[in-house]
């Protein structure tokens, strides 16, 4: 079995689909090289003219309303494929062509004798466009214009004009001063009328508010603030301690009071003992330091939450101080009686002359504490609606100022607008400084590049269509069997030979170098076809044996079929005898017939024993030709009466010839039941090779059902008929019948010169 090719497309490949197709690829390429002299011929040479321009950058002035830094604004960098485009759109608009048109006069465009009407310059713009072309070299800022016509002396004036009207087009899209102007003035005058109302709600604000200077009159409202906070919380403290000393002073009227030092007559009376001067400095200390830290936290409160940390300090040590102030007074009531001015010296004791006045005196100071608690609450509750003002006047002169900023800006950039304006209007569209002409239009010259390009398009074009349909066809629309690398690759079975095309109808053919000779038809004279040339000889029955063509042409190849089945039998050590071998294919007229007639002449020649061929075809085959133009006598004929038929069946030397029923029955009417019965007789006969020459393999075929029967089967592929798809169903139902199955290629035919590649 030959190795199997590699997948893909190889040199010899493309030799075979180029050479098998060259009629295909030479008439396209014909009609591409009559099509490329057409256009030769008639193409016009015309004068072309370059020029360039480059844009350096492009000023966008935006809508009316935009004010600001967008009011013009220079494209940047990373959008300059965007402008280029932009601009070549504008270069080649249909409106500056006609103006162009327009300005040199349609009849220049469009020639002598032309019609000036209405729809002239709209004609010769069409002709100016169809000769235009615009472009932008890779990685550059530059617009290259060229325009071809077949007047040399309208193309470079046509580019100047172009370049003109382009810049005044461009001027005019993207500054649009003209139209700006008084739009630009009427905004400006606005901006002011609107600046100065803002300035006068500014200074109204002011008057109503009474504010000066807002800065002052927070920091006094600030200050105003802090004092009457701290004195509020001062006179808070100095009311709960009046109240708490009226309490004692109320206890203590009801009980009697003793000295500390006559301890044996205060046996059920209550003791109040005199503080000393250091526990009267300690609680005055205490109550200072708690009316500081109240203080300090009224404060606080004006400007932080209760979230801050330094509130929530300042709340912990304002409840540690009133704790220690509430323990000083817990440990000796008397300290609520006695301010520390009272104590004479250290150690002194302190006695109560009068309670009962003493709580009068109380009662009186705390009537004055809440009516001056009660003033300082009304005065702060004036101070914060005062605060809260001032506040929203802030926030009202803070939006005014930013107004009044927003307007000043504008009117600014506004009067900036409306002078570049007038300034732009008066420097003109031709005075714009972002484009420039890097090249001047070029003095007309021949254009032949256009027409040579057409022509190696066309031509070129023919020969690729030519291969591309040759590739197409033998790649993906022909799935016929070709070569034998295609058939070994394709089906993977044993590959035994390629048999080259002979062209049949008894024409001669030079097949490998040697003439063809003619076959004798049917029943034809012994003496015409005997001879040298015609290779024929009576067979001892007294028949005819027609002249075999193969002889001379193909027979070396039938003979390389025999030595290659001989060698694969005894590769399978197969030496019993006969050896039963069928050839078979998927359609009529592939050549079975001939090719089992051929290896059973050739292996009958080897002189080691009988053959015999047999012909199972209801329509007789190439197998008839060996005997007086049919074939009289059956298989069933030659092995029940072996010995009186069997020289009926006799064509030449070791070579027999039969068909496989004398009545003419139909196949599968009577295999393979029959057959099987027959095999145990051909095995007991003296052949050594029983070929059969089987029908085509179909779906209701017996080729398939007596393949069990045979040693070998050999399925004959046509090359360039018989589809890959057909071969390989064809194949499957044969290797169902556990027989081997071997490929013989016929017909192959080899386009490729020998000198470019060889195939084996």
Not at 45 to 54: C, F, M, N, R, T
Not at 136 to 157: A, C, G, W
Not at 388 to 408: C, P
Not at 452 to 478: I, N, P, Q, S, T
Request: hydrophobic share 40%.
């Amino acid at each position: 079995m030959p190795p199997q090719p590699a997948p893909g497309l190889n040199l010899g490949d493309i030799y075979y689909i180029l050479f098998r197709r060259k009629w295909l690829i030479l008439g396209c390429a014909l009609l591409g090289f009559v099509a490329a002299g057409v256009a030769y011929a008639r193409f016009p040479l015309k004068y072309v003219s370059v020029a360039e321009l480059y844009i350096g950058y492009v000023t966008e002035m935006q809508t009316p309303y935009a004010t600001g830094r967008d009011a013009n604004s220079m494209i940047p960098r990373s959008s300059e494929a965007s402008i280029l485009n932009t601009e070549l759109e504008i270069v080649q608009s249909f409106d500056v062509l006609k103006a162009v048109a327009e300005t040199l006069g349609p009849g220049a465009i469009l020639g002598e004798g032309a019609a000036t009407n209405a729809g002239s310059a709209e004609a010769a713009g069409r002709i100016i466009e169809d000769g235009l072309h615009a472009e932008v070299p890779p990685t550059t800022q530059i617009i290259r214009l060229s325009f071809s016509h077949r007047n040399p002396e309208v193309v470079k004036p046509v580019l100047n004009l172009l370049i003109t009207n382009y810049i005044i087009k461009h001027a005019a899209i993207h500054q649009r001063t003209e139209m700006f102007n008084s739009y630009l003035n009427s905004q400006t005058d606005m901006r002011r009328m609107r600046l100065k109302s803002t300035e006068e709600e500014l200074a109204k604000a002011k008057s109503n508010g009474g504010v000066v200077d807002l800065a002052a009159e927070k920091a006094a409202f600030t200050a105003q603030e802090g004092k009457l906070v701290a004195e509020n919380y001062m006179a808070m403290a100095e009311l709960d301690e009046a109240e708490a000393r009226a309490n004692v002073l109320s206890n203590l009227m009801k009980k009697p009071m003793t000295p500390v030092h006559d301890q044996a007559a205060a046996t059920n009376a209550s003791v109040v003992r005199p503080p000393t001067a250091a526990e009267v400095e300690a609680y005055n200390q205490a109550r200072q330091h708690l009316v500081e830290l109240q203080t300090s936290e009224a404060k606080l409160e004006s400007w932080a939450t209760t979230n801050n940390s330094q509130v929530r300090t300042n709340l912990i040590e304002i409840a540690e101080a009133q704790a220690h102030k509430d323990a000083l007074e817990e440990a000796n009531p008397g300290l609520l009686m006695v301010a520390a001015a009272e104590t004479k010296a250290p150690g002194a004791p302190a006695v109560l002359a009068d309670p009962a006045a003493a709580y009068d005196n109380e009662l009186t100071t705390i009537a004055g504490l809440k009516a001056r608690i009660s003033r300082q609450t009304n005065e702060l509750a004036l101070c914060k609606d005062r605060g809260a003002s001032l506040v929203q006047l802030e926030v009202n002169l803070h939006e005014l100022e930013r107004n009044k900023e927003i307007d000043e800006a504008e009117l600014k950039e506004m009067e900036m607008n409306t002078e570049k304006a007038n300034m732009d209007e008066e420097l003109g569209p031709n005075r714009v400084s972002n484009i420039s002409i890097s090249e001047q239009p070029t003095q007309p010259v021949r254009e032949v590049k256009k027409r040579a390009k057409l022509v190696a398009a066309l031509a070129g074009g023919g020969v690729a269509l030519g291969l591309g349909l040759a590739f197409l066809l033998e790649m993906f629309l022909d799935h016929s069997l070709k070569r034998p690398q295609e058939v070994a690759s394709k089906l993977a079975l044993p590959f035994f030979l390629s048999v080259p095309y002979q062209k049949g109808n008894g024409l001669a053919r030079m097949v490998n170098g040697a003439k063809a000779v003619k076959l004798l038809a049917a029943g034809g004279d012994a003496a015409k076809a005997g001879g040298a040339d015609g290779g024929t000889t009576a067979p001892p029955g007294g028949g005819v044996i027609l002249g075999l063509d193969e002889k001379r042409v193909l027979r070396p190849f039938y003979e390389t079929l025999r030595d290659r089945l001989i060698a694969f039998f005894e590769a399978l050590n197969l030496t019993h005898k006969p050896k039963l071998v069928a050839l078979t294919s998927c359609h009529r007229g592939a050549g079975v017939s001939t090719m089992a007639t051929g290896l059973a002449s050739a292996l009958s020649e080897t002189g080691d024993g009988n053959v015999l061929l047999v012909n199972m075809n209801s329509e007789e085959g190439d197998a008839h030709r060996y005997h007086k133009g049919e074939l009289s006598l059956g298989l069933d004929d030659l092995f029940e009466k072996e010995k009186t038929n069997r020289e009926n069946a006799l064509v030449r030397e070791n070579l027999y010839v039969v068909k496989e029923s004398s009545n003419r029955d139909k196949l599968p009417a009577i295999l393979p039941k029959r057959f099987s019965h027959l095999v145990s007789k051909m095995k007991a006969s003296d052949y050594d090779y029983i070929i059969f020459d089987m029908p085509p393999v179909t779906q209701i075929s017996v080729t398939p059902r007596l393949a069990r029967f045979m040693d070998m089967v050999l399925l004959v592929v046509e090359s360039e008929k018989t589809s890959h798809e057909a071969a390989q169903w064809a194949a499957a139902l044969l290797s169902e019948s556990k027989a081997n199955v071997g490929v013989v290629l016929n017909k192959s035919r080899s386009y490729v010169p020998r000198r470019l590649h060889q195939e084996i």
